[in-house]
């Protein structure tokens, strides 16, 4: 493509449009969601990570940019790209704010593993590392059985807060958000309905889910067993591979979910119930994440968070009353990943005694996203922080988070603060008024 | 001075992160909103506060340096295109709201604060900051000072100079001026009104002291479906004839529905040639009638339909699908292209069929999207910059939309500004004698020609006929 050179002595090396693609060849990603992009710029502001540094190399329009350059071989990805791309939490807020459907998360996904190939190798092993770690059942549970043992220690959250600010003072205070280890007996492989039964669903423990939050487990399936849901648990399903999608490892994850599908695709049952948010929004892509398995389809089309079943099948009139004043936390696998946002509050004004407190920027990610916290530590605090300071602005005696990676951020930076705020899942704050 | 050391002296101002100068990640400035002309600066220096923009800029002025602003970057006649300024300076981090006067209905932001954070942070007190572009949610305070931006509800409570009553302005010298101030009608020249919609040619805006509206005590949102343009262009004059001022009165053409529809799902028949978003507001008190007498308008001009909003979703939904109208076009095709120009409110139904018959003559698809109500056309144009011989095409139609806009007794510009994209079609409105009466006004502030070069006026030694850069890009 021609370069002009303004006559009137102005910008040198202006080009009108971009250089032509490079030929039919292509190195990682398709140009259409590319060209989807008007480089409006509407999803800046919706953007944690432009919203904390300003910089366009950190928004979404930005990425975009870059991930074409890279793509039509203009830039490589040297550090100072990967950094930019690294820094995105995958929240996909700015599909929520897109006005012209840009895919971020499949570009974003689609650049990820290609990135990760061209790592150094130190680099890359370690990030394996992490993905098998946190997908491994049997290491998994060794990695957090000490933090389990310790977990909600006020002598951890104490030094956590006499350490805030720094890196060792986060991870103590993770640790310590991370709830005890109450012995929680397994759950059933099936529970039955009470009353009519409604339909069968199949739910997933998950993988961190499982091993960290076991009461939510139980809670989940006794509320679906109240609004009449019979529920077979999967027990052994393992990860359904959205954690080392996240982490760019394309292969392992697809290798997971065709695993999950061979162990449960067959499965006669109205509706799939992941245990995380970032589980659900992973599986309900499944029909586009393998395109080539025709029972993939079916299985996104049957998953469905837990809160939204409750949502439209109803429960029953609660047992007792939440006192407290709640807010809600709006997870970004669910409200922008899954688009689910008015069902969790709905369910909890049904159980709440007050009206819910609006939380400041609910929309905007924690700083958990997945691993993000653990790869990217500086920015998950920086966003830590702001939700924190949100959440005391909101003066709510009870925040609700309905993912297991928020709970344990933004607990963790209430332990951190020192301030007097719990941080509950909202199927927990839902049992306690419907089952206890 | 070397970009390396230039970037150590600006990073011990502004810190390690305000400072972008890796050439691949310099990239992603090459463009903002308007896309079809690029460069990429040498340097981005983002500022945390309105002291470290001065000491930028006064740095920049020791060394000579020409630079240009820029906010979020979503402007759309690429007035933030580095030409002859290695130096881009970003607001993006000023933004703090300094200070809220509730009684005297005022407001001091700092450059980078989002323009929906404003109404945001004074609505629980039922006021709000009035002008409200389509991209409020995403473009800056000082963006909207330096393209005097308007919106949908420009129609009756004026453009972003009404509701600016001071700023402060970085020179290009790194000098600090405050301008206009906290009271209204200071005794000697307009100076805010001259900084207001300069784009960025006179130094930089830091702060500004904007106007706070009281929120209208109830509104009236309707959509009239139409059969054509020109039986709701006669509606649009009839109107504002019948002497209603509606808070806002937008046209969207047959094009622009369908992609609409197929985006949001908003209930548009498929085979309305337009439809008007017609907005009401003010005390309760009359305001129905006031809707009764414009429906009674619309159908004595043949609209066939008229939907009124019952309540706040319904209302929010017709407007969703106005504000994001061009994200929703922009699905038709891989790019598009923004034109704005005005006419006479009279003179819409022939500038929407010059807009057809060029679209025809250029072979290309044109969608419309107008702020009726005051003349202002949105023609978006749709393109695939992969195609050059379309974009030459897309690059002629444009300037024969503003040619006709012109000869129709209108203007180059309702709110995008001139920036580089019409610098060239100045000469159709301004004689040489204007143009260098408005460089010498511009040279008041900034002698040396260091505050974005290029823009707006056309360089007074250039024959602006022949050189323009979009008709060299067509050539």
Known sequence: ?436 | MATGVLARRLRALVGDDGVVDADDVLLVYECDGYTLERAAPELVVLPRTPAETSAVVRLLAEERIAFVPRGAGTGLSGGTLPLAAPVMVCTSRLREIESIDLRNRRLVAQAGVVNSWVTRAVQGDRLLYAPDPSSQTACTIGGNVAENSGGPHTLKYGVTVNHVLGVELVLPSGEVVRLGGAVEDRPGPDLVGFVVGSEGTLGITTRATLRLVRAPEAVRTLLAIFDSVDAASEAVSDVIASGIVPAALEMMDRLVLQAVEQAFSAGFPADAGAVLLVELDGPAAGLEEQAEAVSAVCRRNGSREIRVARDEAERALLWKARKRAFGAVGRLAPNYCTQDGVVPRSRLPEIVRAIAATAERHRLRIGNLLHAGDGNIHPVILFDERDADEVRRVIEAGHEILAACVALGGSLSGEHGIGVEKIGQMPLLFSPDDLLAMTRLKAVFDPEGRANPHKVVPDAKVCVEARTPRRQAAM
């Open chain 1, 1 to 436: 493509m021609a370069e002009t050179s303004r006559e009137n002595g102005a910008g040198d090396g202006v080009s009108v449009c971009p250089p032509e693609p490079r030929g039919t060849q292509r190195r990682f990603v398709d140009t259409a969601p590319l060209l989807a992009c008007v480089h409006c710029g509407l999803c800046q502001d919706a953007c944690p990570t432009y919203v904390e540094t300003g910089r366009e190399a950190d928004s979404p329009r930005g990425r975009i940019h870059l991930v074409r350059a890279l793509e039509e071989g203009r830039i490589e990805p040297t550090t100072e790209v990967t950094r930019h791309l690294d820094a995105c939490l995958g929240c996909l807020a700015c599909e929520t704010a897109c006005p012209s459907g840009v895919p971020y998360g499949t570009v974003i996904g689609a650049t990820r593993p290609w990135i990760e190939d061209r790592r150094p190798a130190a680099v890359r092993a370690a990030r394996r590392a992490l993905a098998s770690l946190l997908v491994h059942p049997v290491a998994r549970r060794i990695a957090f059985a000490p933090l389990r043992a310790v977990g909600g220690a006020s002598l951890l959250a104490r030094a956590a807060r006499r350490l805030h600010g720094t890196r060792a003072g986060s991870l103590l205070a993770f640790a310590a958000a991370v709830p005890p280890a109450r012995g929680t007996p397994a759950l059933p492989g099936v529970v039955e309905p009470v009353g009519t039964p409604r339909g069968t669903a199949l739910f997933l423990p998950g993988c961190v889910a499982e091993t960290l939050f076991p009461e939510t487990a139980r809670a989940t399936v006794g509320l679906l067993a109240a609004a009449g849901v019979r529920v077979r648990v999967a027990h052994g399903s393992g990860c359904c591979g959205a954690l080392p999608h996240h982490l760019g490892r394309a292969d392992d994850a697809r290798a997971r979910l065709r695993a999950l599908l061979r162990s449960v695709g067959g499965e006669r049952v109205d509706w799939i119930l992941p245990s995380a948010a970032g589980c659900g929004a992973h599986l309900r892509e499944a029909g586009h994440l393998l395109a080539e398995e025709p029972a993939a389809g079916a299985l996104a089309a049957k998953t469905i968070d837990p809160l939204v079943l409750l949502a439209r099948l109803g429960l029953p009139e609660p047992r007792r009353r939440i006192a407290e004043t709640v807010a809600v936390h709006d997870p970004c696998h669910l409200v922008h990943g899954q688009g689910v946002r008015e069902e969790p509050r709905a369910l909890l004004r049904a159980v709440c005694e007050k009206p819910l407190v609006p939380l400041r920027e609910s929309e905007l990610c924690c700083g958990s996203a997945g691993t993000y916290n653990l790869t990217e530590p500086d920015m998950a605090a920086r966003l830590l922080e702001r939700k924190i300071d949100a959440v005391v602005a909101s003066g709510a005696q009870v925040v609700a988070a309905a993912n297991p990676g928020c709970l344990v951020q933004v607990r963790s930076g209430a332990l951190s603060r020192g301030i007097d705020v719990r941080v509950e899942h909202p199927l927990d704050l839902l049992a306690r008024a419907h089952l206890d």
